[in-house]
């Protein structure tokens, strides 16, 4: 069965460092999300991206992130400036044009010390 | 702006007890409706939908009605399991085209043997 796979599952970097985390969506899908989950909370929505480009983005998704899909098969999300308050699991997800839901993949935990 | 509120948790259950965990939204025009399911160390896993007013959407034993004079979509099973123990969240796709997803924050359900 098709799955949304994310690398890598556990991620420890320092304030102030640049992360980027990968997803590879299921192969046929054509909109991509990221969501993240700090520890105890809500899932909250971060972006959606489709056709190349950013079709919504929260109030979260502020100028230290960034999305991109570098090659057709790999969508990335990347902060530039990691704070603490970004430790969190991250989500990504992947939706075909006929589906009604959203397949998630495992997450990443990012940990910022 | 759209919303999911669900009841509190933690939830906790004898083997073979009857689960209702309740759901409600606000949210413009017709939503979709989702659970899904979060297992200790896990990704998010659908559960269930429903798309439209009175369907009804089942899985696994779980089920769920789409009430729109009630906006709700609580979740039931008539018999839980301890292979049940695990975080619902209620979710509602925006009927904007993006097709993000609004979560509620969870509930979490323990059952004992």
């Known amino acids: 069965e098709p799955e949304v796979t994310q690398t890598p599952s556990h991620q420890v970097t320092q304030m102030g460092q640049e992360v980027i985390l990968r997803c590879v969506p299921i192969?046929?899908?054509?909109?991509f999300y990221w969501y993240r989950q700090i520890l105890g909370q809500k899932v909250e929505f971060l972006v959606s991206f489709y056709n190349n480009e950013i079709s919504e983005k929260s109030e979260i998704f502020d100028d230290q992130f960034s999305v991109e899909r570098p090659d057709g098969s790999n969508f990335t999300l990347k902060i530039r400036s990691t704070k603490l308050e970004d430790s969190a699991m991250y989500f990504c997800a992947s939706k075909g044009q006929t589906n009604t839901e959203a397949f998630f993949g495992q997450g990443t935990r990012l940990t910022v010390v | 702006g759209d919303s999911v509120t669900q009841m509190e948790g933690p939830v906790t259950l004898s083997e073979e007890a009857f689960l209702t965990i309740n759901c409600t939204y606000t949210?413009?025009?017709?939503?979709?409706l989702f659970w899904y399911v979060q297992y200790p160390g896990e990704g998010l896993q659908l559960l269930l939908k429903a798309t439209k007013a009175d369907d009804k959407g089942s899985n696994k034993g779980f089920e769920a009605t789409y009430r729109k004079e009630t906006t709700s979509f609580h979740l039931e099973k008539g018999s839980v399991q301890v292979s049940d123990s695990a975080v619902y969240f209620c979710?509602?796709?925006?009927?904007?085209?993006?097709?993000?997803?609004?979560f509620g924050q969870g509930t979490t359900l323990q059952v004992k043997p």
């Open positions: 192969s046929n899908h054509l909109y």
């Open positions: 949210a413009t025009g017709y939503p979709s």
């Open positions: 979710a509602l796709r925006s009927s904007g085209n993006t097709g993000k997803l609004i």
